[in-house]
Nanobody
């Protein structure tokens, strides 16, 4: 199985920047990445998509973060990143990473990380 662990969450003032990381582990040589993404969930809200990146490097962003957030990945390190600039109060949430991984037998797993808190204050 694949495990995902996020890090980098913190408290920051509006207009500031943060960089989140998501490290994948668990016999990664057995798994091929299909797509990975960042999601977030604010208190009392549903979890929402922030950004995704495919194995080919194609990215997709929610309209609310376009131009401010950048998703990237380092395949050698099995790590996903989210660079967040010009943070706004409404970016406050728990950020989760998620990925679809497929092995040679066709088994697909879609683990979630435990989440990392991002708090933006005025």
């Amino acid at each position: 199985q694949v495990q995902l662990v996020e890090s980098g969450g913190d408290s920051v003032q509006a207009g500031g920047s943060l960089s989140l990381s998501c490290a994948a582990s668990g016999s990664m040589y057995r798994w091929r990445l299909n797509i990975m993404g960042w999601y977030r969930q604010a208190p009392g809200e549903q979890r929402e998509l922030v950004a995704t990146i495919t194995s080919a490097g194609t990215t997709h962003y929610a309209d609310s973060v376009k131009g401010r957030f950048t998703i990237s990945r380092d395949s050698d390190k099995n790590t996903l990143y989210l660079q967040m600039n010009n943070l706004k109060l409404e970016d406050t949430a728990v950020y989760y990473c998620n990925g679809d991984f497929k092995n040679a037998y066709g088994t697909v797993v879609s683990p979630w990380g435990q989440g990392t808190q991002v708090t933006v204050s005025s």
